[in-house]
């Protein structure tokens, strides 16, 4: 082969290569835009807005207030308007009555149509020790694990005081400590189709929900007789159960 037509060659080979590349860079997809997301969580007796140790009527005119409400959120799924989810795996919060916002992290701009998550802790997490791990798995002080492996971590755990007659007379106090797996609950929330969750990727996106311990404490009819701690002893018990139950249903959007 002569030196022209190895030239030529080359000079081919190079407009391949350079054409080749053009086109891959032409049909790359743009990377999808974040945003940051928080749950803005407050802490209610029916429709007041309390802090700890703050005396409000529930939807049966009970006088309540709390002086511990906390609880464990895991596994959070934000549900896109298209039908696309985005899982949060492996985060875990602990809500208290102090704080509000807690950030989600980013996640693709966009609208969405509902959020769920967990209370509590998945079994396998729930098996290990809090001298494990480092954050709000470690031990807590008020304690949030039940001093058992069998048992593993408290779920939520509410404590204050109720006067069950509404007249404010007589308080009351009352220790509720829900857990087990058996007990772990599912929440689904879902925004109205005209009004989505909407993240940008400017500022902060908040996720405004109630959190009802009225709702959640309407099984108990007589807190003077009705305190239930749910120990390795009586987690299975009834009262402990139907509030439970009540879970999924103490949470709305604001």
């Known amino acids: 082969m002569n030196i022209m037509k190895k030239i030529i060659l080359t000079q081919l080979v190079i407009s391949l290569l350079f054409f080749s590349c053009k086109k891959k860079e ?13 749950l803005h969580l407050h802490t209610n007796i029916n429709n007041n807005e309390v802090d700890s ?8 005119g009970r006088k309540i207030k709390l002086n511990i409400a906390q609880f464990y ?7 896109q308007s298209n039908g696309s989810t985005v899982a949060l795996t492996g985060m875990y919060l602990l809500k208290n009555i102090q704080q509000e916002e807690y950030v989600l992290g980013q996640i693709p701009t966009g609208n969405y149509s509902s959020i769920s998550f967990n209370v509590g802790i998945d079994a396998a997490t729930n098996a290990t020790l809090p001298a494990s791990h480092t954050g709000i798995l470690a031990a807590q002080t008020p304690p949030m694990w039940f001093g058992s492996a069998l048992q593993g971590y408290i779920f939520m755990n509410i404590e204050g005081a109720s006067d069950s007659t509404g007249t404010g007379s ?4 009352f220790a509720y400590q829900i857990g087990t797996n058996v007990l772990y609950q599912h929440v ?9 969750l909407v993240i940008t990727s400017q500022g902060t996106s908040l996720i405004h929900v109630t959190c009802d311990y009225g709702y959640l404490l309407k099984n108990v009819s007589s807190f003077k007789t009705q305190n239930a701690v749910a120990t390795p002893f009586n987690s299975d018990s009834v009262l402990i159960k139907q509030i439970a139950n009540n879970i999924p249903a103490m949470f709305r959007f604001e």
């Open 188 to 196: 689904t929330l879902t925004y109205n189709t005209a009004s989505p």
């Open 26 to 38: 032409e049909t790359q997809t743009p990377p999808t835009p974040l945003g940051t997301a928080a």
């Open 73 to 79: 959120i895991s596994n959070v799924t934000l549900k």
């Open 53 to 60: 140790g703050m005396i409000a009527s529930d939807d049966l």
């Open 170 to 173: 007589y308080f009351r106090s």
